[in-house]
C-alpha cells in the first residue's frame, strides 16, 4: 500500500500499518521527511520554521511523546502560555522541541520505513482492483509506484481534492474535504548578527498582526548561531503573500521588537511560504475512509481534535487502524 506525505500523520500511519503487517511505502514531494514540521540550514544557522513546538493532551501521543524523551528526538523546551512578552499563564503544560530540531521527530518515526523523497504524486486514479498513482516528471527522485491495493493521503486537503480523480469520489466525501479550510502563513528564516537576547525561553507569541510568532533558534538550543524564525499573522500573511521576498522580510523582521530597536541585525534570510499552515474548519472525524474506490483512507491535521502536530499523529494512527481493520490486517 502506498501512504502519499511524510509529515506526521503519514509517517504514524505508515508505522501503525506496517507493523500491522502491511507493506508500505510512504512517498512524498519533499526533499526531507517531516511536511510542516520543517528545519533547514542557513550558512552557519539551523532553523526550525514551521511547527515551533508540540504539546502531549491525549493518553497516546503523551506516550508516544515520552518514547521520543527517551529516544533523545524531543526534549521540554518551555512550560505554560506563551505571550507577547514571555510566559503569560503557568498552565503547568510542557511544550516539547524536536532534537537536535524539529525534523527529529520525523527522522525517528521514519527510521524503519520505506520512505521515497522528491516524489510527487500528480493524480491518483482507480479501477474494481486498485489505485492507479500517475506523476507529472516532476519528482525529484523518479515516479512514484504505479499501482497501490490501498492508500492512505495526508496532504493538505485542497491538494487531497486535485489528486483524486473526480469520477472515483463519492459527493459526501468531496463535500467533507471541502469544507476544511486553512490560513496560510509566511515565514521568515534569518541568520542574526547577534543574539535577540529575549531570556527563555528565547521566544515570543505576540497576539494579532502583524506577528504571530518570533524565535531565536539559538536560544531553543536548536542552532550553533543567533537565527531568527518570524511567522506572519494569517491576515498579514494574506496581505503580504504576493509580495517579493525583500518586502516581506522588511515587513515581518521589521516588526520584531529587538530589531527594531536596533538590538539586531539579519545577515541574510529566506522566505517560506506555507500556503496551507494550520486547519481553522476540521473535519470532526480522526480520518475519512472514503465510501468509494479500492480503500482508502484521509488523514492529517485537518481531521478530528486539537489539529497542529498531536492533531496529525492521531489522525495518522485512526487512519492505521480505521485502513487495517477494513483489510484485516494485524
Ligand atoms: C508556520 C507553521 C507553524 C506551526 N506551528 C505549530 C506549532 O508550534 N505546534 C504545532 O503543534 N503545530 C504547528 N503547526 C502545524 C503543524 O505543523 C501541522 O499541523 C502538522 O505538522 C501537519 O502534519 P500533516 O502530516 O497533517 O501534514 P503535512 O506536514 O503538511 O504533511 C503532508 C505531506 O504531504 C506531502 N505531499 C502533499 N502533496 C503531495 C503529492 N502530491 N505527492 C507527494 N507528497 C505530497 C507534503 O510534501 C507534506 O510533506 C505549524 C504549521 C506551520 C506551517
Redesign the pocket.
Known sequence: MVV???????LFAARDLAAAGAAVTV????RGV????ATRRLGPATIDH?????TARSASFAAEVAGWLAAGVAAPWFTGVLGADGIVDDDGETRFRGVPAMTGIARHLAVDLDVRLG????AVRADADAWHLGDDGAGAAGPPPRRADALVV???AP?TLA?LDPAVLDPTDRLALERITYDP?L?VLALLDRPLALGPPGARRPSGEPLAWYADNQAKGVSAVPALTV?GGPATSRTFWEAPDDEVVATLVGAVPAVAAGGARVLEAQVQR?RY??ATARHAEACLVLRSGPPAVVA??AFGEG??????AR?GMAAATALAERLGLG
Not at 50 to 54: L, S, V, W
Not at 119 to 122: D, K, P, S
Request: positive net charge; contains cysteine; glycine residues 22%.
Open positions: 502519499i506525505g511524510a509529515g506526521l500523520a503519514g512517498v512524498d514531494k519533499g517531516g511536511g510542516r514540521v514551521g511547527a515551533q513546538f508540540f516524489t510527487r504524486v500528480a495526508t496532504a493538505p491538494q489528486l502563513c515565514a511567522h506555507w499552515a494550520q492529517g491535521d489539529g497542529r502536530i498531536e492533531g496529525a489522525s
